[in-house]
T-cell receptor, first 111, second 113 residues
Framework: DAKTTQPNSMESNEEEPVHLPCNHS???????IHWYRQLPSQGPEYVIH???SNVNNRMASLAIAEDRKSSTLILHRATLRDAAVYYC????????????FGTGTRLTVIP | DAGVTQSPTHLIKTRGQQVTLRCSPK?????VSWYQQALGQGPQFIFQ???????QRGNFPDRFSGHQFPNYSSELNVNALLLGDSALYLC????????????FGPGTRLTVL
């Protein structure tokens, strides 16, 4: 499975945008980019995914570089509830998909 | 609509014992995956069940086994417990397909003494 690289930690002020980067230089043409997050004392939860085009949903936006070697998860207005570990994961389009988590980025939101 | 549920919440065992963890998937889901999460680490994939068969397995020894029942619920069994098996065990359910978003339960915290 292709590897992703994320900063260990980031900080953001409450109500400001947050840009969480992810590098995936060995991504293949069939790999989807998924983001999950894990709030304290909870299981991970799905945030967003994309293949080539930028994506938006109610939780976040995903900006994918033209060469697909990197992507950025954007939280438009960070709240205290967004404090979590964010995981960037590559998943090949196939029948038996499982998630390979790295260590993720721990986001701290400062009031 | 209930999400993924797991039982028990916490469990304490001693080395050499056996443990069974249980998972009920989100309504409508047919696939269950199990993950182990050590403290400070990301979850590590153990195996995935679909149609009552183990479909894919991560790098875990045979001491880790599982089962999926006709109602799609699942069990994770660990034999001959080691201290290093202490972790949060997460169950995730999904609906088989090209983009099977996984929904995670809250986990079972296993402590091996």
């Amino acid at each position: 499975d292709a590897k992703t690289t994320q900063p260990n930690s980031m900080e953001s002020n409450e109500e400001e945008p947050v840009h969480l980067p992810c590098n995936h230089s060995t991504i293949s043409g069939t790999d989807y980019i998924h983001w999950y997050r894990q709030l304290p004392s909870q299981g991970p939860e799905y945030v967003i995914h994309g293949l080539t085009s930028n994506v938006n949903n109610r939780m976040a936006s995903l900006a994918i570089a033209e060469d697909r070697k990197s992507s950025t998860l954007i939280l438009h207005r960070a709240t205290l509830r967004d404090a979590a570990v964010y995981y960037c994961i590559l998943r090949e389009y196939s029948g038996a998909n499982n998630l390979f988590f790295g260590t993720g980025t721990r986001l701290t939101v400062i009031p | 609509d209930a999400g993924v549920t797991q039982s028990p919440t916490h469990l304490i065992k001693t080395r050499g014992q056996q443990v069974t963890l249980r998972c009920s998937p989100k309504s409508g889901h047919d696939t269950v995956s199990w993950y182990q999460q050590a403290l400070g680490q990301g979850p590590q994939f153990i195996f995935q069940y679909y149609e009552e068969e183990e479909r894919q397995r991560g790098n875990f020894p045979d001491r880790f086994s599982g089962h999926q029942f006709p109602n799609y619920s699942s069990e994770l069994n660990v034999n001959a417990l080691l201290l290093g098996d202490s972790a949060l065990y997460l169950c995730a359910s999904s609906l088989v397909g090209p983009i099977d978003t996984q929904y995670f339960g809250p986990g079972t915290r296993l402590t091996v003494l």
